[in-house]
C-alpha cells in the first residue's frame, strides 16, 4: 500500500498555465507538507496543513494556493507558472505537528516550465 | 537566524573506510536534529534522530552544542550506504517545521 501518494509524477508545461499536483496519504496523519527541492537539491518547505487548518505558510508566490479538502488531502495549485518554478516538488506527512521530525514523503513530481 | 548548514555535496569513500558527513546549524533555542536518508528510487525517509542516541544501520550521530554540528558518522562503510543525506533542524515546536541542509550524497565505491 503506498503511504504518500502524489499525482502526476511528472509536468511539463508552458509559462502562464496553471497547473495542479494531488497529494493523498493513507497514514491517518493529521498533518501534511508541501516542500520544494531546487535544481540543487535543496528541500524547502513551503506550506503545512494540521487537520485542515493552514499552519506553516513560508515566503512563497501568491500564485502558489494549497487546499485540504479533508486531512488526507493537500493538492497545490500553481497560476501562471514561470521558468523559476520547475522543480520537484514533495508532499509529505507527519502523525501530527509534535512528530513532525518523522515525515513521510512521497515519491516527489517534477515540474518542468517551458 | 535558523538554518542547516552541508558544506559537502558530493562524498566519496571506499568501501569499508569511515564515513562523516558533516551538518552545522544555527538555531537560538534547544536544537533537535535529524538525519533523512533518500537511497536510489526510494523515498525520502527518517534515518535518526539526536534525542534517541541510537544506531541505525551502523550510523550514529552527536549533538554537539559547543559546535553547533550534528555530524553522521559510521566506521565502515558499505556500498549499499550510497544515498542523498539530509541534515534536518525542528525549528518550531509549535508549528513543527523542519529545515533541510542542502543535502550530502554519499557515495561508497566497491
Known amino acids: 500500500d503506498t503511504a504518500v501518494s502524489q499525482t502526476p509524477k511528472y509536468l511539463v508545461t508552458q509559462m502562464g498555465n496553471d497547473k495542479s499536483i494531488k497529494c493523498e496519504q493513507n497514514l491517518g496523519h493529521d498533518t501534511m507538507y508541501w516542500y520544494k527541492q531546487d535544481s540543487k537539491k535543496f528541500l524547502k518547505i513551503m506550506f503545512s496543513y494540521n487537520n485542515k487548518e493552514l499552519i506553516i505558510n513560508e515566503t512563497v508566490p501568491n500564485r502558489f494556493s494549497p487546499k485540504s479538502p479533508d486531512k488526507a488531502h493537500l493538492n497545490l495549485h500553481i497560476n501562471s507558472l514561470e521558468l523559476g518554478d520547475s522543480a520537484v516538488y514533495f508532499c509529505a506527512s507527519s502523525q501530527d505537528q509534535v512528530r513532525s521530525y518523522e515525515q513521510y514523503f512521497g515519491p516527489g513530481t517534477r515540474l518542468t516550465v517551458t | 537566524a535558523q538554518r542547516v548548514t552541508q558544506p559537502e555535496k558530493l562524498l566519496s569513500v571506499f568501501k569499508g573506510a569511515p564515513v562523516e558527513l558533516k551538518c552545522n546549524y544555527s538555531?537560538?533555542?534547544?536544537?533537535?536534529l535529524f538525519w533523512y536518508v533518500q537511497y536510489s528510487r526510494q523515498r525520502l525517509q527518517l534515518l535518526l534522530r539526536?534525542?534517541s542516541r541510537e544506531s541505525i544501520k551502523g550510523f550514529t550521530a552527536d549533538l554537539n552544542k559547543g559546535e553547533t554540528s550534528f555530524h553522521l558518522k559510521k566506521p565502515f562503510a558499505q556500498e549499499e550506504d550510497s544515498a542523498m543525506y539530509y541534515c534536518?533542524?525542528?525549528?518550531?515546536?509549535?508549528?513543527?517545521?523542519?529545515?533541510f541542509g542542502q543535502g550530502t550524497t554519499l557515495q561508497v565505491k566497491p
Open positions: 538555531y537560538s533555542g534547544s536544537p533537535e
Open positions: 539526536h534525542i
Open positions: 534536518a533542524l525542528k525549528a518550531s515546536s509549535n508549528t513543527g517545521k523542519l529545515i
